[in-house]
């Protein structure tokens, strides 16, 4: 269909828990394609409807894990179940998250290693998944989306700080901001681990 803008952090739909999802219509269809075009062109791995300023309880996901098993879906209305969080301090390297929605920014942020992800399917079916390791960041971080929370609320304090001033840096942090993929040129030199 269509790849759509991605809103950076200050706009409202970013910071509002996202609304459940009411019909199952054609414009939910639609609305899921250019979610998936949006995060195939950003690159990314996952995408929540809050990042192109659709506050519903929708994400996608595409992934490929270190074994070649390839991981997408979509879940509209998810729950999300959390095991034990991480304990102590992130790795520098192996904890490093980014997302869309904050731009070519990455910090390490502890997660749990371990998540159920349950809702509905964009047929209307139920649907149950556990994951592990890196899939369980990326269902982690699109559900905290639609929560209307953003990785960098999760930092340590000295990252989130650190962020903060990249953001003020960059002019962010107010309403009115995105990026079109395919047309400026953020996170086109980083591999798709955005979400």
Known sequence: MSVRPIRITGDPVLHTRAAPVTSWDDSLQELLIDMVDTMRAAPGVGLAAPQIGVSQQVFVWEWTDDEGVFHQGAVINPTLKIGPRHRGKPDPDLDLEGCLSVPDLRFPLGRSDRVVLGGITPQGNP???????????IFQHEYDHLQGNLYIDRLRFRDKREARADIRDNGWGAPGNSWLPGVDDFESDHEAEEA
């Not at 149950?128 to 960041?137: D, K, M």
């Open 127 to 137: 649907v149950q998944i556990s994951a592990q390791g890196w899939l369980a960041r």
